[in-house]
Nanobody
Framework: QVQLEESGGGLVQAGGSLRLSCADSGLTSTLNTMGWFRQVPGKEREFVATIAWTGDLSDYGDSVVNRFIINRDLAKNALSLQMNNLKPEDTAVYYC??????????????????WGQGTQVTVSS
């Protein structure tokens, strides 16, 4: 059974960094496309980053490119999102998501079948 759980969110000042982690307690995501999305109240869930099952291909949303880094450790079945130079507009609930087996990159909500509960990231100005 897939169980994704995010951690690492919190409050940080603008310009600071945070590292989010996603644990798959079901140990099922090793061969799957993985991604991070974020959402603020009243808006649609926004694509942040995605990584292919091989771990060697990744892509980022326009608003986070060159600031965020997605990474996966296949041996540990772990996913992370390193967020640097954070801005107040990065404030949101961040979600980890799992997509298709042997998948490439997934940039839309429809590319994913399973979601975590989310972790709040707040960036103060």
């Amino acid at each position: 059974q897939v169980q994704l759980e995010e951690s690492g969110g919190g409050l940080v000042q603008a310009g600071g960094s945070l590292r989010l982690s996603c644990a798959d307690s079901g140990l099922t995501s090793t061969l799957n496309t993985m991604g991070w999305f974020r959402q603020v109240p009243g808006k649609e869930r926004e694509f942040v980053a995605t990584i292919a099952w091989t771990g060697d291909l990744s892509d980022y949303g326009d608003s986070v490119v060159n600031r965020f880094i997605i990474n996966r450790d296949l041996a540990k079945n772990a996913l992370s999102l390193q967020m640097n130079n954070l801005k107040p507009e990065d404030t949101a609930v961040y979600y980890c998501a799992m997509g298709r087996p042997w998948g490439g990159l997934g940039r839309t909500v429809a590319d994913y079948d399973y979601w975590g509960q989310g972790t709040q990231v707040t960036v103060s100005s």
